[in-house]
């Protein structure tokens, strides 16, 4: 049996490496175990970028999260001596002229009735201020500077050396196979490698794996997948800030979502949209030749001028996806000793910053404002999914 911790954190995402630093942070000896090497490619997390906006409809606490999170992130900036958070702005455009309470009209004023300044774009503006975009598609929309992408996989290697750095045992190369329990008490875990690791407290943080460590989860939340795709532009010049910057390309409507040319020379676009239940071990995570057709029709009537690029790489990413699609963030009403950070949903990254305090204080049982939006609930199988910018349906002929 390795040494006993306070506390025992089983994976090394966002979720579980932003949990591990806080508890050390508080005093807590922390065991952070992952199957490595970290970051971990197949983890959500490990990724060229991720979005990071704060318009999120009329859901102000994610706006205010997203507010804090921000500010968490140039800190992070500054702690790790390498800009890894780009604060390109965001541009949300929509098909149709805002209208009272969709998506963009309720992220609009939510973002200007918190003393923030997007700045509304006419389909002239948008062609103008980002020529890429010059179909005239996009009729309606707003800039909000405020906003941009991380490059998560970055970031969360940064997150775990200073883990290390702090005190955390990292250990890579373990994977959870099993609760080691005492009735009703969760006294840390058994691995796959032949280990066990003995804790007080064990938070289980693995992503779409971690339905598969806790079955009772399973009727709450489900591994989905999701393509990504590199386009490596024949004119970069296009595709760089502030000429073209993070966008959502009515996400409601469509789900189609991008960045700028990243360091790696590519822009990257993908859809925030359903996808179908995948085994987080099981699948090769390809994507389809229908992905490949609907990428190529959205960019057929978005931005033409990636249409010959070429795709240098391809990816099916898993979402954690509950039913709601709110994060899952309790202590188990049932296993003392055992707590859940998890159910990101295709949106959690955004939130790292804010997540080490919000889990840590849900795990000491402290109160924490956020908190109760994230609590173990029972959801009804028909619960549908509310993540305002999220693509729910068939696309509406517009
Ligand atoms: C295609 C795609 C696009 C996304 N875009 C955005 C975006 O633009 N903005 C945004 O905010 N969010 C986005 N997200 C969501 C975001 O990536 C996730 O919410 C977040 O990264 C989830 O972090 P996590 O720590 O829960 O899971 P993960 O990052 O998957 O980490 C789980 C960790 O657990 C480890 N693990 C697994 N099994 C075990 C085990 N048995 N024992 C020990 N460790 C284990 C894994 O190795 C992994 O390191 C996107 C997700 C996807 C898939």
Redesign the pocket.
């Known amino acids: 049996m390795n040494s006993s911790s306070d506390f025992l954190v089983?994976?090394?995402?966002?979720?579980?490496v932003t949990t591990a630093l806080e508890l050390r942070s508080r005093g807590y000896r922390v065991t952070l175990?992952?199957?490595g090497p970290l970051?971990?490619p197949?983890?959500?997390?490990?990724?060229v970028s991720?979005?990071?906006r704060m318009e999120y409809g009329e859901d102000l606490q994610y706006m205010r999260m997203v507010i804090r999170a921000i500010e968490g992130f140039h800190c992070w900036n500054e702690e790790f001596g390498e800009e890894l958070y780009h604060e390109t702005g965001v541009m949300v455009v929509s098909q149709l002229p805002m209208s009272s309470g969709d998506y963009l009209d309720s992220s609009y004023r939510a973002v200007l009735e918190e003393g923030l300044q997007p700045e509304r774009l006419s389909a002239d503006e948008i062609r103008e201020r980002f020529p890429a975009w010059d179909t005239g598609r996009y009729v309606d929309g707003f800039y909000h500077a405020r906003g941009g992408y991380a490059e998560?996989g970055r970031v969360v290697g940064k997150l775990v050396e200073k883990a290390a750095e702090a005190g955390v045992a990292v250990r890579p190369g373990?994977?959870?196979?099993e609760l080691l329990s005492n009735g009703s008490r969760v006294q840390g875990v058994q691995t796959r490698e032949g280990e066990s690791f003995a804790a007080d407290h064990t938070v289980l943080?693995?992503?779409?794996?971690t339905p598969w460590?806790l079955p009772e989860l399973q009727k709450v939340m489900t591994a989905t997948g999701?393509p990504?795709f590199h386009l490596k532009p024949k004119d970069s010049s296009l595709f760089t800030p502030p000429g073209f910057v993070v966008f959502l390309a009515d996400t409601p409507r469509t789900g189609w979502y991008g960045f700028p040319l990243l360091r790696e020379g590519i822009v990257k676009v993908?859809r925030h949209g359903g996808g179908p239940a995948l085994h987080p071990e099981h699948d090769e995570r390809v994507v389809y030749e229908e992905d490949f057709s609907q990428m190529r029709a959205f960019l057929e009537e978005a931005m033409p001028a990636l249409l010959d690029a070429e795709i240098t790489y391809t990816r099916r990413?898993?979402?954690?996806d509950t039913l709601d699609e709110h994060f899952w963030i309790d202590r188990h009403p049932e296993k003392e000793g055992l707590s859940v950070a998890?159910g990101?949903?295709?949106?959690?990254?955004?939130?790292g910053p804010v997540f080490g305090e919000l889990i840590a204080d849900v795990v000491e049982g402290k109160p924490n404002d956020w908190a109760p939006k994230f609590r173990w609930r029972e959801l009804d199988p028909e619960t549908l999914g509310v993540e305002a910018s999220r693509f729910h349906g068939d696309a509406e002929e517009v």
């Open positions: 089983v994976g090394a995402g966002i979720f579980g175990i992952d199957p970051p971990y197949l983890a959500a997390s490990t990724d991720k979005v990071v998560s373990q994977t959870a196979e943080a693995a992503g779409s794996w460590l999701h990504i993908a990413c898993l979402y954690n998890t990101g949903s295709g949106h959690g990254f955004k939130f």
